[in-house]
């Protein structure tokens, strides 16, 4: 966040208006809301400054923060080791699924993990060859099949392949689109099934996708995909790029990681006090 960002225009409120008047909780609620946290949170923040009475702006910040922080938390994504574990990666077009396995497998195989893929977005005619590419580039195995197969079958057989060769983490590619969403969604929960009738429940995790410069968009989609199979965590992606990270406050699924550019490298363990610290400042 910038200069102009919301933690400045949260600074300059009492810049503007010394007086905890009416006009400063209009603000202060529209600053919040153009800052993507969402009308609830909004009201629950100005409620808590109206309580609370900040004579600074640092007791204001303050009071921002620790509420933020009450709704953002850290996810642990360390699989079991010795045992197969499945990440299923949802998402919608173009947030960074593809990429952030790739990403993912070379931090998990870093780590001493045997890591396959499973390219189980099949309705893209391009996307096999795109989880090739980075497999490839980062040296891991890959289960495919062709474009338009079956992709729990593809699933299945991943599964079939890791536990035959000893292989202890699954990274699967999914669909960001089909036909409608209800086809998408009904898929999604078809290859959860298939994963959870084969791996043990606790070390399976899905993992949401968001583009954290979509903003209230990011929201609906977590919503839409929680419907479908209950998520586990996110991971934020061009988390480098102009975010409208307020978002994450309203979703309330723990964050495992964020991505903050294309290379492999690009890519962080969620931090959360580095996060509020930045969307904040200091
Ligand atoms: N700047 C930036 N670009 C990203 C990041 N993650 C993915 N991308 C880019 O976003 C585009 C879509 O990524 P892709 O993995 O194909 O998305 P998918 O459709 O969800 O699989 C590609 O051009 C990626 O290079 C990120 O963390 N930062
Ligand atoms: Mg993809």
Redesign the pocket.
Known sequence: MGKFGFGAKLKNLFGLNKTLDESFFEDLEDTLIEGDFGAKNAMEISDLVRENKPKTEDELTELVKTTISEKISSADLTPIKGELNVYLVL????????????KMAKYYSKKGYSVIMAAA?TFRAA?IE?LEMHAERTGTRIVHQETGSDPGAVVYDAITSALAKGDELILC?TA?RMHNKENLMKELQKINKIIGARVKPENVRKIL?L?ATTGQNAVSQARLFNEAVKLDAVIL?????QSKAGALTQIGIPVAF?????HYE??EVFDKEEYIKALIGK
């Open positions: 998402g919608v077009n173009g947030v960074g699924k593809t990429t952030s396995i790739g977005d996307a795109q590619d960001g996708v583009d992606t061009k988390y480098d790029s964020v991505g903050t550019g294309e690009d890519f």
